[in-house]
């Protein structure tokens, strides 16, 4: 119960603007209630008290203190295998499965052998090492690197008030996925595909005859492929395709486009066509949601910073910058 009053306090003290009185309330709930519900507020709020203080170093502390995990054996749960011992720290299973989790799912994949986990692990102990002699060198009091983390802690804080302010309104269900899909159908649309067998010769007649031989096995034969309008697979030099992605475009499938001189060489291509086709709903539902998401968040974003903008009674004066423009 103090502890609630002491971060009730520290909070209306930010508000007020009163930063210490602020810092020595947050300081006394965090006193008394180490692991309580608050206990992640309480250090973001002590840094901001910091940070509006002036107060560089224990800034940095802080800073070390609540992003950097660090365990030692005495932290130790009953079962929990050490893969790491350095400096008075380990590096448990539990911890290495923490930080893949932390990874983009499709990143968290390249991590599922042993030997991939291995690398992962050692790379965690080579970071921290590193980062304690980068420590103990005062590599962070460097003007330079005080004005990056501050630029990167800036970006941080804005990015959580932005994914919480647009969080708490955005709400997607499935039949907005549905709607957004039909509406969006050419976004879901794979594109024709055309591709040309490519017989080569230093003659018409050598190219023809080597079109004859790559038709017994398509498999492995030289292709070019078009994927709509644009040119994905082809000769391999710059000149020549442009001219190829044309020929391609303007022959019409199941024929043999007349012998195309390029250089010194000749050749001919036999074009097939598969049509372009709408991929179906369930195929593509997972990605319409994602889409459909990044969407909502851009709207609501950008209805933030206008709200933001105007609230705050902000001035903007494009038209100046014009004027610098042609003064230079």
């Known amino acids: ?11 209306l003290a930010i508000e007020a603007g009163q930063y210490e009185k602020a810092l020595e309330m947050l300081y006394q709930a965090e006193m008394l209630d180490p692991d309580g519900p608050m206990k992640d507020d309480i250090g973001s709020k002590v840094v901001l008290c910091l940070d509006r203080l002036g107060r560089a170093g224990e800034l940095r502390r802080e800073l070390r203190k609540r992003t950097v995990s660090t365990r030692t054996g005495e932290d130790l749960a009953e079962g929990e295998v050490v893969l790491a011992e350095f400096g008075g720290q380990v590096i448990t299973g539990r911890d290495l499965e923490r930080e893949i989790e932390k990874l983009p799912p499709a990143a968290r994949e390249s991590f599922d052998s042993p030997e991939k986990r291995a690398e992962l692990l050692e790379h965690i102990v080579a970071e921290r090492l590193l980062l304690d002699r980068a420590l103990r060198l005062e590599l962070d009091k460097e003007p330079e690197m005080q004005d990056e983390l501050a630029r990167v802690r800036d970006g941080l804080m804005v990015r959580r008030l932005i994914e919480q302010e647009t969080g708490s309104k955005l709400s997607i269900t499935p039949g ?9 159908l050419e976004r879901f649309a794979e594109p024709a595909v055309r591709v040309g067998i490519v017989g080569s010769g230093d003659s018409a007649e050598a190219a023809q005859a080597a079109l004859s031989e790559a038709r017994q096995d398509p498999e492995v034969a030289t292709k070019v492929v078009l994927h709509g309008d644009r040119l994905v697979q082809g000769l391999g030099l710059p000149d020549h395709d442009a001219v190829v992605r044309d020929a391609l475009l303007s022959a019409s499938p199941g024929t043999v486009f007349e012998p195309l001189r390029l250089g010194e060489m000749w050749y001919v291509f036999e074009v097939s066509e598969t049509p372009a086709k709408v991929r179906a709903f369930d195929d593509v539902k997972a990605q319409a949601e994602r889409m459909l998401r990044a969407e909502r968040q851009r709207e609501l974003f950008q209805a933030m910073v206008a709200e933001t903008l105007e609230a705050r009674s902000v001035q903007l004066f494009p038209e100046r910058l014009m004027k610098e423009s042609v003064q230079e």
């Open 1 to 11: 119960a103090r502890a609630n009053v002491c971060y009730s306090v520290g909070k």
């Open 176 to 184: 907005d996925v549905r709607r957004f899909y039909e509406a969006e």
